[in-house]
């Protein structure tokens, strides 16, 4: 049964993976900051083979407590959750720095430091993969503060596969998708025209299950070449 650590996964584009792979057989440790959405999705995938610990990616007790729960050894883990920032956004201009900060914190910082603290642990030939945005490589007005986060995490991702190549360490971009953080992203719009995170799911399950090399991913692309 391999495991898999997923952060963000009481909704959305975590919850929708985090289905899949528990559908599989996997065996998962998963994480949110509100324990009730938390619970609801664990006991959605089923209790026996998921564990959920509740608290902020940015907490380095909470994720020596992921890692924990998830023993040894870990075969996958997806650092899916992210912090948008203000809604809606300022521009850089503008940006509040500390905010700013915050956001460098949950998406950038936390997880290079859950990496860290998972690679120890990881199977051979073991997967990382961090989930990214369009908004990482293409300058739209008043995402700076996101985009840059992305992008800082996508290099990150690059450097270390570029260290540690008996790993497969992916940068995969959903595409927009109708979730909670899309809404925050946009409020007052109606964003019901995007599709559901489940249809970035099989494109995530291409490079999970299958042997592409490291590297920057569409996940809509990877479906449909599947």
Do not use: C
Not at 102 to 113: D, E, F, M, S, T
Not at 156 to 184: C, F, I, K, W
């Amino acid at each position: 049964m391999p495991t898999a650590i997923i952060t963000g996964a009481s909704r959305g584009l975590g919850l929708a993976l985090a289905r899949s792979l528990a559908g599989d057989g996997w065996r998962l440790v998963i994480d949110a900051q509100g324990a009730e959405t938390l619970r609801a999705a664990a006991d959605s995938l089923g209790g026996g083979v998921v564990r959920a610990v509740v608290g902020d990616v940015a907490d380095p007790g909470h994720r020596a407590e992921l890692v924990a729960a998830a023993g040894e050894p870990i075969d996958l883990l997806v650092n899916n959750a992210s912090l948008l920032g203000p809604s809606p956004q300022p521009g850089l201009a503008a940006y509040p720095l500390d905010v700013l900060e915050r956001v460098y914190r949950v998406n950038v910082l936390a997880p290079l430091a859950l990496i860290q603290l998972a690679l120890p642990r990881m199977s051979p030939g073991g997967t990382v993969l961090n989930v990214t945005s369009d908004a990482a490589v293409e300058p739209y007005p008043f995402w700076g503060g996101y985009g840059s986060s992305k992008a800082a995490l996508e290099q990150l991702g690059a450097v270390l596969s570029a260290e540690n190549p008996q790993l497969r360490v992916y940068t995969v971009d959903p595409g927009d998708m109708r979730t909670q953080m899309h809404q925050d992203a946009f409020p007052g719009e109606d964003i019901s025209d995007r599709p559901p995170p489940e249809e970035s799911v099989p494109g995530l399950l291409a490079l999970i299950e299958g042997s592409l090399p490291s590297g920057r991913y569409a996940a809509r692309e990877l479906a449909v070449e599947a």
